[in-house]
């Protein structure tokens, strides 16, 4: 059974920058065929797929976000990291981390396995 945890601040000021780790059990993130996604979800977006990490370590990322955002991986921890660096109030959100399926078309299509979310709120 793949797990998956969110770990990180619930509160962020704006201008700051969100760090947010996730922490995989039950399969590792240098497995063959799988990306590990960050999604979030606003009321006034929906589900929106912010980036992912490869297998391989390479990285993905939204084309709106790619001027500052930033995944890392820790393969000894088998973990993954999202930093979004001088958020503003648009960014809160609940952030997911999730094992994408991927495919032909690339990360940010299919999820298996998600982590449960934690609330990020970007706030003075």
């Known amino acids: 059974q793949v797990q998956l945890q969110e770990s990180g601040p619930g509160l962020v000021k704006p201008s700051q920058t969100l760090s947010l780790t996730c922490t995989v059990s039950g399969d590792s993130i240098t497995s063959t065929n799988y990306y590990w996604s960050w999604i979030r979800q606003s009321p006034g977006r929906g589900l929106e797929w912010v980036g992912a990490?490869?297998?391989?370590?390479?990285?993905y990322y939204k084309t709106s976000l790619k001027s500052h955002i930033s995944i890392s991986r820790d393969t000894s921890k088998n973990q993954f990291s999202l930093q979004l660096s001088s958020v503003t109030p648009e960014d809160t959100a609940v952030y997911y981390c999730?094992?994408?399926?991927?495919?032909?078309?690339?990360?940010?299509?299919?999820?298996?396995?998600w982590g449960q979310g934690t609330q990020v709120t970007v706030s003075s």
């Open positions: 990490i490869a297998y391989d370590g390479s990285t």
């Open positions: 999730a094992r994408d399926i991927g495919g032909v078309a690339g990360p940010g299509r299919e999820y298996d396995y």
